[in-house]
T-cell receptor
Framework: NAGVTQTPKFRILKIGQSMTLQCTQD?????MYWYRQDPGMGLKLIYY???????DKGEVPNGYNVSRSTTEDFPLRLELAAPSQTSVYFC??????????????FGDGTRLSIL | AQSVSQHNHHVILSEAASLELGCNYS??????LFWYVQYPGQHLQLLLK??????LVKGIKGFEAEFIKSKFSFNLRKPSVQWSDTAEYFC?????????????FGKGTKLSVKP
């Protein structure tokens, strides 16, 4: 199994540009998440999805959008890149069943710089 | 709002020293608890988890953690650290039964082990 795959690994954007961070998982997990990691701040939840067609905001959703058309894919879109969005972005997935949430599996991250 | 506190920002130890990293959370209900490790340049990996039962849980690579409900704590321990344990360690909480299923992360503790 590949687990959670993120692309690209690195990207430099100019202010105002847009881009999509791709995330796909092959574990048939129903839950998927996007986090951003800033130095000394831990991980903050941007958006999450509990299943195909269902998404919701996390703690820091401003400036981002997501979609979940399939179980496997959960892309994150930046519409108008701003320097404050310079960060490392992690996608994660987990399975939630009757007994609750299983541990999340993380992708390798996308390091994004906005200049 | 729920939060997770990790007491130490940066811990420096010599090889063979014992390790204890503190973690406290603020939530009165039932929680699932996790410790993740992030080696330099890599994604987060699960070290151990607590869902229920024995409050002393053992994880990979000789790590263990003890859940003390009365203290809202989930401290991570290892009797003898190795240079390869140099990494950043994140404590995380998931609210049992919470609809989001997302993890609330602490800000992380960097561990540097001197050879």
């Amino acid at each position: 199994n590949a687990g959670v795959t993120q692309t690209p690994k690195f990207r430099i954007l100019k202010i105002g540009q847009s881009m999509t961070l791709q995330c796909t998982q092959d574990m048939n997990h129903n839950y998927m998440y996007w986090y951003r990691q800033d130095p000394g701040m831990g991980l903050k939840l941007i958006y999450y999805s509990v299943g195909a067609g269902i998404t919701d905001k996390g703690e820091v959703p401003n400036g981002y959008n997501v979609s979940r058309s399939t179980t496997e894919d959960f892309p994150l879109r930046l519409e108008l890149a701003a320097p404050s969005q310079t960060s490392v972005y992690f996608c994660a997935s987990s399975y939630r069943g009757r007994v609750g949430n299983q541990p999340q599996h993380f992708g390798d991250g996308t390091r994004l710089s906005i200049l | 709002a729920q939060s997770v506190s990790q007491h130490n920002h940066h811990v420096i130890l010599s090889e063979a020293a014992s390790l204890e990293l503190g973690c406290n959370y603020s939530y009165g209900g039932t929680v699932n608890l996790f410790w993740y490790v992030q080696y330099p340049g890599q994604h987060l990996q699960l070290l151990l988890k607590y869902f229920s039962g024995d409050p002393l849980v053992k994880g990979i690579k000789g790590f263990e953690a003890e859940f003390i409900k009365s203290k809202f704590s989930f401290n991570l321990r290892k009797p003898s650290v190795q240079w390869s344990d140099t990494a950043e360690y994140f404590c995380a909480v998931s609210l049992y039964g919470g609809s989001q299923g997302n993890l609330i992360f602490g800000k992380g503790t960097k561990l540097s082990v001197k050879p």
